[in-house]
């Protein structure tokens, strides 16, 4: 006779402990002692132990990243977003909403706003700045899809390095919603121009490594044989944010005459005065 694994019943007056409450993306609670510590069953563990080989670690990475810029979303709360500022934490909400409504302003401070949303500046604002041109709606984009992908961005920079990080990603992105908004060139923009524009400016120094072309060239990096010695940082971030579109699948329902525009190059951040100054 097989003997079964059996949890014990709990009351269902006894009190939740605080991080049972706390635990994120939570859909449900039983009467269960699992959720007290206890362990679960043999046959639970050999399946969580067999799914957890076959997901990577970068993915595992990338989801946890997700949820914590989702805390106190309400896409967890089975109700509608209506802008993106319920990506940010609630205590932060009324601040960092005064100064979305400055976004166009030259003087925008970016580094207060990083501070208000925890870090997480580059997806708040590029978010918001997607819903203010109405992207969001033109290109029926899916905002989980599109959540994902500017967690993505926004993971694959790294925050060691003093500049070229996350927040002076944000800084540009932010610069260029200004620049789309200037009387001679809002007039005659279309809305591939100002997707494109605003993720070339959030991805125009992804996966920086902190150094420059020079130093990679002289120190035989992969990355200069790679693109053999020729704009190799600039190579590096647009295939960086090309892979991310295509992995995110952002763009994955649109007609594939417009997703190659990506392909042929719409977003390659060469600049040749910068390749001359280096060489």
């Given at each position: 006779?097989e003997v079964?694994y ?14 049972v409450?706390?635990r994120r993306?939570a ?7 699992a959720?007290f510590?206890?362990?679960?069953s043999?046959?639970?563990?050999s399946?969580?132990s067999e799914t957890e080989?076959?997901v990577?670690?970068r ?15 309400r ?6 977003v209506s ?16 100064m ?16 208000l ?8 604002l590029?978010?918001?700045l ?7 709606e033109?290109f ?10 500017l967690?993505?961005?926004q ?11 996350a ?10 919603h200004?620049?789309?908004k200037?009387p001679?060139?809002?007039n ?5 121009d ?15 490594p ?15 044989t790679?693109?053999?010695n ?8 647009w ?18 005459e417009?997703?190659?525009?990506l ?7 060469e ?9």
């Amino acid at each position: 006779m097989e003997v079964c694994y059996q949890l014990q019943v709990l009351p269902l007056d006894r009190p939740v402990p605080q991080h049972v409450l706390s635990r994120r993306g939570a859909i449900r609670f039983s009467s269960s002692s699992a959720l007290f510590g206890c362990p679960n069953s043999p046959a639970a563990l050999s399946a969580q132990s067999e799914t957890e080989v076959s997901v990577s670690a970068r993915n595992i990475r990338r989801l946890l990243s997700f949820q914590r810029s989702l805390r106190s979303s309400r896409f967890f709360r089975g109700t509608a977003v209506s802008n993106s500022l319920n990506i940010l934490d609630d205590d932060d909400n009324g601040q960092a909403k005064c100064m979305l409504e400055k976004i166009g302003n030259w003087n925008f401070d970016i580094f207060l706003f990083d501070r208000l949303t925890n870090g997480n500046s580059l997806v708040s604002l590029t978010f918001h700045l997607f819903s203010l041109h109405g992207l969001i709606e033109y290109f029926h984009l899916d905002m989980m899809k599109l959540c994902r992908f500017l967690v993505m961005i926004q993971e694959d920079y790294h925050s060691q390095n003093p500049y070229h990080n996350a927040g002076h990603a944000a800084d540009v992105t932010q610069a260029m919603h200004c620049y789309l908004k200037e009387p001679k060139l809002a007039n005659s923009v279309t809305p591939w121009d100002i997707l494109l524009s605003l993720i070339a400016a959030a991805t125009h120094v992804l996966d920086h490594p902190g150094v420059n072309q020079p130093f990679l060239i002289k120190t035989n990096h992969y990355l200069a044989t790679l693109y053999k010695n020729t704009s190799v940082l600039e190579n590096h971030h647009w295939r960086s944010a090309v892979g991310l579109l295509r992995e995110s699948g952002l763009f994955s329902h649109l007609p594939l005459e417009s997703r190659s525009h990506l392909d042929r190059g719409d977003l390659c951040l060469e600049d040749t005065r910068h390749r001359h100054l280096v060489l």
